[in-house]
């Protein structure tokens, strides 16, 4: 179940990509991380049969769509002004680790549809029982699967970055910015028409 929710590329995965190629697997792996910890989260809330909380988080999409479109807007605007080497990434230092994957977290949780998708996957399924032992197996399932699914995403990604030059990395970059920012401006629309 994480491996599905992970998989289909969003803004999230977009991101991950783009920190991957310019800044080595590492730096793409701990912002997928980010992502499987917030997922991981949002299985435990449709697990445990969290409903308070769900609501509460479905009632405050509006402003989570706003928070999120702003951020991606931000980030998309910030890709684009970065500048691209087509040295290999030096290693990164603590603070940076953690900002990758604290941005992805924070990212993953202002969307609430990542809920609505673990409430009908385990509802469709039979799991939301609310039976503790099972639920915890769920949830560390749901973050395994979608660590995985980073992992492999990254191993697979940070392979072409040996291969591409300055002026590659550029476009990807570019390309990347470009999608994060219309992710950001989608995002934005939706709470627009979620207005009353």
Not at 118 to 136: M, P, R
């Amino acid at each position: 179940m994480g491996l599905a929710i992970a998989a289909p590329v969003g803004p999230i995965g977009i991101l991950c990509i783009r920190r991957t190629l310019v800044f080595g697997r590492l730096h793409g792996l701990l912002s997928g991380i980010g992502a499987a910890s917030a997922d991981a989260i949002y299985g435990a809330i449709a697990a445990f049969g969290l409903t308070i909380v769900a609501h509460f988080l479905l009632d405050q999409q509006i402003w989570l769509h706003v928070i999120g479109g702003v951020f991606l807007c931000f980030l998309g605007a910030k890709t684009w002004r970065s500048k691209v080497s087509d040295k290999s990434a030096s290693p990164a230092g603590s603070r940076q680790l953690f900002s990758a994957y604290t941005t992805t977290f924070a990212l993953t949780l202002t969307n609430p549809m990542t809920i609505l998708s673990f409430v009908s996957i385990f509802a469709g399924i039979g799991l939301a029982s609310g039976e503790v032992q099972s639920s915890l197996f769920l949830v560390i399932g749901v973050f395994s699967g979608s660590a995985a699914w980073w992992l492999l995403l990254c191993v697979c990604v940070g392979h072409f970055r040996e291969k591409m030059d300055r002026k590659m990395l550029i476009w990807v970059n570019r390309f990347s910015a470009g999608i994060t920012l219309g992710f950001g401006i989608i995002s934005l629309w939706q709470a627009i028409g979620d207005l009353p």
